[in-house]
């Protein structure tokens, strides 16, 4: 199955960036938890909407440490 959007959390300098590919603006946090907290809630809203949203979390050294599917706002 497709995903429809994909949200992504990574490292950038100065903080932490929350990018959806839906076209939203990217949003800059300091704090990492922080981002992916708003990634989240962004995926369980947007998933609601559209279906299918993917969250990809990275670590300081740009490796992917999680991934989670949401679908209908709840993580599938």
Sequence with gaps: ?????????????????????GGLEPVMFLSGARAEAQARALASRL?????DVVVTVR??????VGSLRYCGGRIA
Aim: proline share 3%.
């Design 1 to 21: 199955m497709t995903c429809q959007h994909h949200i992504a959390v990574a490292p950038v300098e100065g903080g932490w960036s929350v990018v959806c590919d």
């Design 47 to 51: 998933s609601e909407a559209v279906g």
């Design 59 to 64: 670590d300081r050294s740009r490796t992917v």
